[in-house]
Every structure is written in structure tokens, then in C-alpha cells.
């Protein structure tokens, strides 16, 4: 088999990371907004569930995480009789998710408190309601801020796609690894598969700082 022989079986395990990093990037970032609002609520509820949530998907492994929703998970559903399989690309996107959810609470979190009184006493001084305020003072400014974090965690959400071959989800790491058992071309097989991940880290992040320059511009449009 030679090596170009590769590129196919590649390609198509690219794609599937590419997914992947994709719908859980965006789910990740929509759970670390709630959640990390969730975090500054002033209601007792809200704030301890978003602080359980941050602390247990940030304390444990994700490769735990995506074990316990891939296999542990239906035996629990099948204890109280209900089928809670979940597709391996389903689990996978999830489990990657609420990783990236939780650790982007924090960052959401700290931009929001790193905007200045001065701004929050304004708002008030124009009548606005708490929630006006978050969403027309508040965010505009903290989102500008939030983006070179963010844009680091989904190049790492992107790292993180290789553990889903682990539950025999057809990625980029798990094409490799069937190539690799088959033709035994260790050093081949991982130099394309290390060229490969660096150059979608470098689409990402060159979309992500596209993206921080746009909200750079929104923040000064609304100020």
C-alpha cells in the first residue's frame, strides 16, 4: 500500500474531527455562557448548579466523561428501563461539549466581572433592569474580551477529538490507527496525522482571531 494510498481513508477521518470540533465547539460555547452567567446569578438555584456543573466537568477527566456517557450511561438507563444509548458521535460531541462548556464558564466569568462599576453604575443611572444591563452593557464589552481565551480552548476542544477513536468513532486519530495496524507504517502513518491535526489547529485559529476582530469592532460600534 502506498503511502498516498493514505490520503482517503485520512480525508474522510478528517472530516468527522472537523464535525466534531464544529457542533462541539458551539455547543461547548452556549453552555459556557449559561453557565458562567449562571455563575454570578444572584439566585441560590442557579448559581449552585452552574458551580456543580463547572466543578465536576472541570475536576474529572474527559476521557472519563465521554467513557461514563458512552458505556455507563445506558447500563444506568437500562436499571430504571429506559434506553439511553447514545450514538458514538452523539456521545462524542456531548462528552467534548461539557468539557469546553465548563471551562469556558470560567472565562466567561471573569470577562463579565473584569467590566468596570463605572459602566454597571451608568446603566442604572439610565433606568436600565439588571438583565438590560447584562445584555446591553455588559456582554458587548466582556465578549471582546473573552475571544483569545476561547479561541485557545477550541484549538484544545480540537486536540481533544483524537480520544474519541477511543469508542470506535471513525475520526482523524482512528483512520490512522487502522491504517497504521494494517501497514504497519508507524512513522508515515503519524507524521501525516501530526501534519494534519497542525494544520486544522492553524485554520481554527486563524477563524478564531477573525472572529475577535469582528467582536473588537462590535464593542466599539456599540460603545
Known sequence: MHWTEYFGPLSEGAWVTIQLTGYSTILGAILAFAAGIGRLSPNLGVRSLAIAYIEVFRGTSLLVQLFWLYFA????????GVDLRLPPIVAGVLALSLNIGAYGAEVVRGAIQSVHKDQHEAARAL????RQTLWNVTIPQAVPEMMPSFG??????LKDTALVSLISLGDLAFRAEQIRNFTQDSTTIY?????????????????????????????????
Do not use: D, H, K
Open 73 to 80: 450511561l445506558p447500563l444506568a438507563g437500562m436499571a430504571i
Open 127 to 130: 433606568n436600565f433592569s439588571p
Open 152 to 157: 485557545n480552548l477550541a484549538v484544545q476542544n
Open 191 to 223: 507524521s501525516m496525522l501530526l501534519v494534519t491535526y497542525f494544520g486544522m489547529a492553524l485554520v481554527l485559529t486563524a477563524l478564531m482571531r477573525t472572529l475577535e476582530f469582528y467582536a473588537g469592532r462590535w464593542r466599539t460600534a456599540r460603545s
